[in-house]
């Protein structure tokens, strides 16, 4: 008995081993996709026309969609492709997409959140990711380098501590990619998808521990929005819920549109001709601030 279960342990350690070495290949050879690498801002801007804010964004009236524009400054230049969110491969704005790439013939490209793991071959960039993951594929098949425009999750969330209390803060980043992945479909068990988001979106310094399971978020929606929809049929498509967790997402929102001013800035600034894809409020309210800077 004890040779069989040094013989197993043996052979799980050898399986776990090639696993790794096997994971580790496809990785290294692009087989397997990894999320996109944060930027780091040498200077973070303050900008002499600010960015425009969800409140007066949902006070200037409707827009085109997607809302897609080219800014230049000297040799650099940016085509800012702000995108109605798609994860289907038949949507027009996929073209717009490849066709505007192709001619503009990027160096660097930028897309909106961190997408995630994909393995080449066996899934569709858009259907896994949406125009962020057709974005990343465009970049991969041309060799350019390409960085997620989100500013990391620790500095957005030190900054947002100096105005929120963590609970808000922890109960805000588990619903968000939640009520933002709901507008492609309710998951078949939403309390699974949400166990993983308070698993992995509140391990984070601050945050960490303030919460630690889905009753914890069926408590603070029924106390807070007693007559509302559950938060499991609920989207951020059209905005937020009324209170602190709207105010959060505002304040989100613009702690992550100067990061991506910033970025914008700094690469066109040095001579790339920059890519990006976003979602198309961000940007409709970047624009002012960019064409300002970019003057």
Same mark, same amino acid.
């Given at each position: ?48 026309? !600010? ?54 013939? !990027?160096? +660097? ?26 974005? +990343? ?52 068990? !939403? ?22 399971? +889905? ?25 937020? !819920? ?54």
């Amino acid at each position: 008995m004890k040779n069989f279960l040094i013989k197993s342990i043996k052979i799980l350690g050898i399986s776990l081993l090639v696993f790794i070495a096997v994971f580790g290949l496809l990785l290294w050879t692009g087989i397997i996709w990894r999320s996109p690498a944060y930027y780091s801002v040498a200077v973070t801007k303050n900008f002499a026309v !600010p960015i425009m804010d969800m409140k007066a964004y949902d006070s200037a009236g409707d827009h085109s969609r997607p809302y897609i524009y080219q800014l230049s400054s000297g040799k650099g230049s940016v085509y800012v492709l702000g995108i109605e969110h798609t994860k289907n491969c038949n949507d027009a704005q996929i073209d717009s997409i490849r066709n505007i790439w192709n001619a503009f013939q !990027p160096d +660097v490209a930028l897309v909106e959140g961190r997408l995630g793991f994909l393995f080449s071959g066996l899934q569709d960039p858009v259907e896994a990711h949406g125009e962020g993951g057709e974005t +990343v594929r465009l970049a991969k098949k041309a060799g350019i380098p390409f960085y997620t425009w989100e500013p990391e999750k620790s500095a957005e969330i030190k900054l947002m501590l100096q105005r929120y209390d963590a609970k808000q803060l922890a109960i805000f980043y588990s619903l968000r990619p939640y009520f933002s992945n709901y507008r492609f479909g309710k998951p078949s068990d !939403p309390d699974r998808v949400m166990q993983e988001y308070i698993d992995s979106r509140t391990d984070k310094d601050g945050i960490r521990g303030q919460i630690k399971n +889905v009753a914890a978020i069926d408590s603070f929606w029924k106390e807070t929005y007693p007559g509302a929809k559950d938060w499991r049929e609920t989207s951020d498509e059209y905005g937020w !819920p009324e209170g602190w967790l709207s105010d959060i997402a505002a304040e989100s929102n613009i702690t992550r549109d100067i990061h991506l001013c910033s970025m914008i800035l700094e690469l066109v600034n040095s001579g790339k001709k920059v890519f990006v894809t976003m979602g198309s409020s961000h940007a409709f309210r970047i624009r002012q601030t960019l064409e300002a800077e970019l003057r």
